[in-house]
């Protein structure tokens, strides 16, 4: 038997409804600084991927084309971004330069016969290419390496890329 004073409760009090929202509430405070933590992370992971993408296709065909190059210019001018550029003849007699310039950070092609200059990569905080003669004779370049330093779109995260490649012709 009850007492007049006991009565039968089925709900839950105001105070367990405001612990109740007080933990909901740090959860979904901790489940939104993770979002925002991962979105954050994405986008700059995004960035250097783009870039390095970019700075992979433009190491691709410069190599590829040093490669099958019929002449690769010795650069001995005494200028101290000397090695910041290579010139060649292509194996179709084309006349280019791969010129990188420090005031833009941007790695340019230009075609020497025609004047004109494309952007190749942009973001390149460095850039070298180092020759490499012929042991039998020092105006012919044998090999060339090309180091490649690029950063993402805020300077955050930087990422050096390096290759070599054998003038075919020169062998």
Do not use: W
Not at 56 to 73: C, I, N, S
Not at 146 to 160: H, N, S
């Amino acid at each position: 038997m009850k007492s007049a004073n006991q009565t039968n409760r089925n709900g839950f009090t105001i105070i367990e409804i405001l612990m109740a929202l007080a933990i909901l509430a740090i959860l979904m405070a901790a489940v939104g600084l993770a979002f925002d933590a991962s979105v954050t992370n994405y986008q700059a992971n995004e960035g250097i991927y783009k870039t390095l993408n970019t700075a992979r296709q433009a190491l691709l065909r410069m190599t590829t084309e040093l490669r099958t190059a019929d002449t690769v210019a010795t650069e001995t001018d005494d200028s101290p971004n000397q090695n910041s550029k290579i010139s060649l003849i292509t194996n179709n007699g084309e006349n280019i330069t791969y010129r990188f310039n420090s005031a833009d950070n941007t790695l340019y092609y230009d075609d020497n016969n025609t004047g004109s200059s494309y952007v190749l990569c942009e973001n390149v905080t460095s850039m070298t290419f180092n020759r490499t003669p012929r042991p039998d004779d020092a105006n012919i370049i044998r090999s060339v390496r090309i180091i490649l330093t690029v950063a993402d779109d805020l300077g955050q995260v930087t990422q050096t890329l390096a290759t070599g490649t054998v003038i075919r012709k020169n062998l």
